[in-house]
């Protein structure tokens, strides 16, 4: 049996991916993908980039963001699908979620300088492609170069994290306002990667509850961010809160991402596709 390709979750320059959505969409047409969602953090700027490039490409496109949300005092993502990217409650909502990122910014640049790593604000801004978007990518970027650390990877165990030099407590999304926004706008919300977050299993089993009361309808199950066994334990999660299971890599650099687009194993045979219920919303050329 042929199971579809889908890949439902990157980033671009309009984030904190580095390749321009055209390039994403290349790569993953290059890699076989047929059904493709650009997801940047907080922002839709990208996505009539990438829906050209893919129906130019033959592939079938899904509108796709991936909001910043607190939940329990911690940072959760909620990827939205197959929305309108000019609904107004949308825009404004995700205008807001972004506002934040500059003083945050500057108040992490100088908790760096703190610790005797001076200008990284004007460093990180080096590798911003949207002056709207300046995330914690960035400021690794910077750090991998000047040499403070070996790679990106390493920057996020030594710094910008919780109780590290570099980290800001930040006030994003209410949870039920990403969904909401995300549902008026026809779309279906999804928590992303849910094995990244360092929830109690208390926590976690909250977020699925009130994700769900707000009419959130998928989790991702397959994700570059999970291990095999976490592909098993929230194909379980999906059956059990009656969720629909998406597919992503979460790329964002041929050389940083170590889950290239379109390359995931399958969605296990117990779960519904997401797709399955997104397929009178796929835009095609
Ligand atoms: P921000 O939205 O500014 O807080 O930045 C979050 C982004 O940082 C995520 O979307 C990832 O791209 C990246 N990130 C977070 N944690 C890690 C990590 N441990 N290793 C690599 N990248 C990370
Ligand atoms: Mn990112
Ligand atoms: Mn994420
Ligand atoms: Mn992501």
Redesign the pocket.
């Known amino acids: 049996m042929h199971l579809l390709n889908a890949d439902l979750h990157c980033h671009s320059t309009i984030s904190d991916g580095t390749l321009t959505p055209e390039a994403v969409a290349q790569r993953a047409h290059a890699n076989g993908v047929e059904l493709w969602a650009l997801t940047d953090h907080d922002e839709v700027g990208g996505q009539h980039r990438a829906r050209q490039a893919a129906n130019a490409l033959g592939m079938g496109y899904l509108s796709g963001v991936?909001i910043s949300v607190t939940f329990a005092g911690k940072t959760v993502?909620i990827v939205g699908l197959g929305f309108d990217i000019d609904d107004p409650a949308m825009v404004s909502g995700l205008a807001d979620t972004r506002g934040g990122r500059e003083r945050r910014a500057r108040d992490m640049a100088a908790d760096l300088a703190r610790v005797g790593i001076p200008d990284a604000f004007e460093g990180a801004l080096k590798y911003v492609g949207n002056p709207d978007l300046i995330s914690r990518t960035h400021f690794a970027r910077y750090m991998v170069e000047i040499g403070v650390c070996a790679d990106p990877h390493d920057v996020f165990k030594r710094y910008l994290t919780e109780g590290k030099p570099g980290y800001v407590e930040h006030r994003w999304a209410n949870l039920a306002d990403a969904v909401r926004w995300i549902r008026e706008a026809g779309g279906v919300a999804v928590i992303?990667?849910p094995g990244?977050y360092d929830f109690t299993p208390n926590e976690e089993y909250a977020l699925f509850t009130e994700f769900k009361g707000h009419g959130g309808l998928g989790v991702e199950v397959v994700t570059g961010s999970h291990t095999v066994a976490e592909y098993g334990k929230y194909a379980d999660m999906a059956c059990e809160f009656d969720l629909l299971a998406s597919r992503g890599s979460?790329f964002h650099d041929p050389a940083e991402s170590h889950t290239d687009l379109g390359t995931l194993p399958d969605l296990p045979g117990r779960v519904t596709p997401i797709w399955e219920a997104l397929a009178d919303r796929v835009l095609r050329a």
Request: aromatic share 0%.
């Open positions: 991936e993502h992303a990667h990244r979460d």
